[in-house]
């Protein structure tokens, strides 16, 4: 899974205050030559079979193929919003949707897997039952989720709320699985792949954007992150147990939480700041671990609230057994926690961030 | 509800190290005085309406001069129980289980009355409803819960399961008041009472009692608390957010969480650590703030655990509309959460006492 880009410039020529367009040139390639590669092993994978190939040096099922694919999609696009005045107006303006349409298209299957799989985890935790899989990291495409096998240590409630989760979330999941596969055999999606192509060997910068230095862009994109993160209700966050996300639990609004919108969009302001310092700094450099975790709060903070928000709606299913709708009950109120846990752990990483850099 | 104790001693006599079985004979007198008291109020009052008496020294309803009664008794308790070698053995083994009875039986109307207040309170602000009385005492003795007069801003759920807990607590509550009125005409009670006053005039210690120092027992007293704490899980407890409260959440067994009982004990004896302090220091000395705080914690984790189960009881009930289910999951988790938020108190406010105390 180890990348190596096609990079011009070299590492040599890449300290901080001399990067130009030609950095970003760079890594634009880099991310189209690795879109490519994850492609064409997508497609020798099959891309909906478990069957793995026997490539050594990069993916080797599809599901790290489609992983490979969101990643690298999600980076040209990140790089063409932070860095738009240094690209061709026409091409990037007529690019972003069309990523952003790839990118939202292609996450919808992994994020139904992923929903369930913490679902059941969280309903066996709940529980009180063992669950040998809990300390490994989420695996949920290829093997039937753990949880469903040991169904026998749930009550009858939780049984039921995770076999109707299983029901309806699976069934989102074929969906977009199907969805996927459509968008990949679609003439948009070819459209979208013959212009990540060209990108690979010909990036379509402005004239004088070789030259052009590219930490004003970069700082913009710290400063709208920094600025996002100033608008969030930190004090309340970093005070333990504030009971604050769990407030609007039995709304009426069927809606998802207004509270959370702030944090998804630092979450996304956060994942621009990093893939501009990754322009920046050659991908290869050390990761911040600190950004990384504030990070990681923020994609649990965000996959929390759509497993509780999952749960309330199956909780909506006509005609369920009360002790179903007590499980899930129970279930939505444990994930919102997880979004407050969550929101707690942000502060705390963020906070020894800004003491960090003075 | 100031209380003036009638203490023989005087102030003047009761600095450390000279505190003998006189200053135990001499708390044991006040509370004895005090409870006798609050019982010719209670029976002024009425004893279960809520016209208040024109007395101005002292406890004003029914309400108070309960409270007033369950506080003696279990001070009377708790120093029989810490200074025991220090009393007759014959007439202490005889009164400690009669104190027991009559402090448990007193004690059920006002914790099924704060349990119903509690719970109440918590759909309010799961439904994201402003509660005027929020930030107020709990005084749910008197008038309906205010929590009642508002049910249209609930959802149907919460309304519904509302009105379950208010319906089921109510009767709990009505049949604890008949127990506790039926206990205080009983000859049972009359003999307890009949033994209290003779505690106000004459306490029966052991011959060489009055000139022992009382020290070493409440030295034991508090060791035994040390202890206790000791065996806590308070690194897990001091890690915000550790979701172990609400492991057992869905757990088949309907027992009471077995994982709150070291909690509970540590409760009882902190109120026997404080009371010891009481007969130590005279009762008018300034209360350790911080000792209060960790006793206050412990009372939220009760009282939390307590609403907790009883959430979960109601969602037992046959015939209830899953809707009703589901608020009263989410109120159980979020209960479950409350006593989590309790034990990290608990472990913050103890924290700040062991660095005190060298």
Same mark, same amino acid.
Request: neutral net charge; proline residues 7%; aromatic residues 4%.
């Given at each position: 899974?180890?990348?190596?880009?096609?990079?011009?410039?070299?590492?040599?020529?890449?300290?901080?205050?001399?990067?130009?367009?030609?950095?970003?040139?760079?890594?634009?390639?880099?991310? =189209?030559?690795?879109?490519?590669?994850?492609?064409?092993?997508?497609?020798?994978?099959?891309?909906?079979?478990?069957?793995?190939?026997?490539?050594?040096?990069?993916?080797?099922?599809?599901?790290?193929?489609?992983?490979?694919?969101?990643?690298?999609?999600?980076?040209?696009?990140?790089?063409?919003?932070?860095?738009?005045?240094?690209?061709?107006?026409?091409?990037?303006?007529?690019?972003?949707?069309?990523?952003?349409?790839?990118?939202?298209?292609?996450?919808?299957?992994?994020?139904?897997?992923?929903?369930?799989?913490?679902?059941?985890?969280?309903?066996?935790?709940?529980?009180?039952?063992?669950?040998? =899989?809990?300390?490994?990291?989420?695996?949920?495409?290829?093997?039937?989720?753990?949880?469903?096998?040991?169904?026998?240590?749930?009550?009858?409630?939780?049984?039921?709320?995770?076999?109707?989760?299983?029901?309806?979330?699976?069934?989102?999941?074929?969906?977009?699985?199907?969805?996927?596969?459509?968008?990949?055999?679609?003439?948009?999606?070819?459209?979208?792949?013959?212009?990540?192509?060209?990108?690979?060997?010909?990036?379509?910068?402005?004239?004088?954007?070789?030259?052009?230095?590219?930490?004003?862009?970069?700082?913009?994109?710290?400063?709208?992150?920094?600025?996002?993160?100033?608008?969030?209700?930190?004090?309340?966050?970093?005070?333990?147990?504030?009971?604050?996300?769990?407030?609007?639990?039995?709304?009426?609004?069927?809606?998802?939480?207004?509270?959370?919108?702030?944090?998804?969009?630092?979450?996304?302001?956060?994942?621009?700041?990093?893939?501009?310092?990754?322009?920046?700094?050659?991908?290869?450099?050390?990761?911040?671990?600190?950004?990384?975790?504030?990070?990681?709060?923020?994609?649990?903070?965000?996959?929390?609230?759509?497993?509780?928000?999952?749960?309330?709606?199956? =909780?909506?299913?006509?005609?369920?057994?009360?002790?179903?709708?007590?499980?899930?009950?129970?279930?939505?109120?444990?994930?919102?926690?997880?979004?407050?846990?969550?929101?707690?752990?942000?502060?705390?990483?963020?906070?020894?961030?800004?003491?960090?850099?003075?």
């Amino acid at each position: 899974m180890a990348q190596r880009h096609l990079d011009p410039t070299g590492p040599q020529s890449r300290h901080a205050g001399a990067v130009t367009g030609d950095a970003l040139a760079g890594y634009l390639r880099a991310q =189209a030559t690795e879109f490519l590669r994850a492609l064409r092993l997508h497609r020798e994978t099959g891309g909906g079979t478990a069957i793995g190939s026997n490539g050594s040096n990069g993916p080797e099922d599809p599901v790290d193929a489609a992983r490979a694919l969101r990643r690298s999609v999600r980076r040209i696009s990140g790089s063409l919003h932070t860095f738009r005045p240094l690209l061709d107006p026409d091409w990037s303006e007529a690019m972003r949707p069309e990523l952003a349409w790839l990118s939202g298209t292609l996450a919808m299957e992994h994020a139904y897997a992923a929903r369930l799989e913490r679902l059941l985890l969280a309903l066996h935790r709940l529980s009180g039952a063992v669950f040998p =899989a809990q300390s490994g990291s989420v695996a949920p495409s290829d093997t039937g989720p753990p949880a469903t096998q040991e169904r026998g240590n749930l009550t009858v409630g939780a049984a039921k709320a995770g076999a109707l989760l299983e029901r309806q979330l699976t069934l989102a999941r074929t969906r977009a699985h199907s969805t996927a596969l459509q968008c990949l055999g679609s003439s948009r999606f070819h459209a979208v792949a013959d212009n990540i192509a060209l990108l690979a060997s010909e990036v379509p910068l402005t004239p004088g954007a070789p030259s052009t230095g590219l930490h004003p862009l970069a700082t913009a994109a710290e400063e709208r992150l920094t600025d996002a993160v100033t608008a969030l209700p930190l004090v309340v966050a970093g005070s333990p147990y504030n009971a604050e996300a769990l407030i609007h639990g039995l709304s009426p609004d069927p809606a998802p939480h207004p509270q959370d919108a702030p944090w998804h969009q630092v979450r996304l302001l956060l994942r621009l700041h990093r893939y501009a310092l990754e322009v920046l700094l050659h991908e290869s450099a050390p990761v911040d671990v600190r950004l990384l975790a504030a990070g990681q709060a923020l994609d649990r903070h965000r996959d929390a609230a759509e497993a509780a928000g999952a749960a309330a709606q199956a =909780a909506r299913t006509p005609r369920i057994a009360p002790a179903t709708a007590y499980a899930l009950g129970v279930l939505h109120a444990d994930q919102r926690h997880e979004v407050e846990a969550a929101r707690f752990a942000f502060q705390q990483s963020w906070q020894k961030q800004a003491v960090r850099t003075p």
